[in-house]
């Protein structure tokens, strides 16, 4: 248990100081975000370095930019992967295979994906809602699984991410109702 917190740490850590941020600057924004008390920090200094960073605005309340890096952090990682596992239906689908999938699983495809795609949880959250309710529709025909939802290995050996199509229908506001015509021929 103990290394699983270090990996998380050094995760987190890492992800801080690619954003720019020194760890004084992400536990305001932290602390901001959560309404709890800053201590021990100078913040005054965190303070005007994070509104000139477009971190925090003039009233200093969080960007968009600063919900991002805090809606993917760690300490949320867990609880969204597994509100995202079980978003789909705890059962086989038609091609045999259990829609859900193990968190670990999870957890190394989201990696992955947040590596390569920028969306926040709530977007992922949200298309993936979107996608479960489309294919319950059809009785979760074709459907893939939450992990293949995430990231798949295409013929030609690269990777897809059918969440990453869904996040993007989500993020631009498309309506996904199949509007089609059909014609009855007597």
């Known amino acids: 248990m103990v290394s699983k917190n270090i990996s998380g740490i050094n995760t987190l850590f890492n992800l801080v100081l690619k954003?720019?941020?020194t760890p004084n600057q992400?536990?305001?924004l932290y602390c901001i975000h959560n309404k709890i008390n800053s201590e021990l920090i100078n913040l005054h200094l965190e303070t005007r370095y994070l509104v000139s960073n477009d971190w925090l605005n003039v009233?200093?309340?969080l960007t968009a930019k600063a919900l991002k890096i805090l809606t993917n952090t760690e300490e949320h990682k867990s609880n969204n992967i597994e509100k995202y596992n079980n978003l789909f239906p705890k059962k086989k689908l038609p091609s045999g295979k259990f829609a859900r999938t193990n968190l670990n699983n999870l957890e190394a495809a989201f990696k992955w994906f947040f590596e390569n795609f920028d969306y926040t949880w709530d977007?992922?959250?949200?298309a993936t809602a979107?996608?479960?309710d489309e294919?319950?529709?059809k009785n979760y025909m074709y459907m893939q699984t939450s992990q293949y939802f995430i990231r798949k290995q295409m013929s030609d050996?690269?990777?897809g991410s059918e969440l990453a199509n869904w996040c993007t229908?989500?993020?631009s506001g498309e309506d996904i109702d199949d509007h089609y015509f059909k014609e009855t021929v007597v």
């Open 169 to 171: 229908v989500v993020e």
């Open 123 to 126: 977007i992922v959250l949200n």
């Open 130 to 132: 979107l996608y479960v």
């Open 135 to 137: 294919y319950e529709k």
């Open 26 to 28: 992400f536990y305001l």
């Open 59 to 61: 009233n200093n309340k």
């Open 157 to 159: 050996k690269s990777w």
């Open 19 to 21: 954003e720019g941020l």
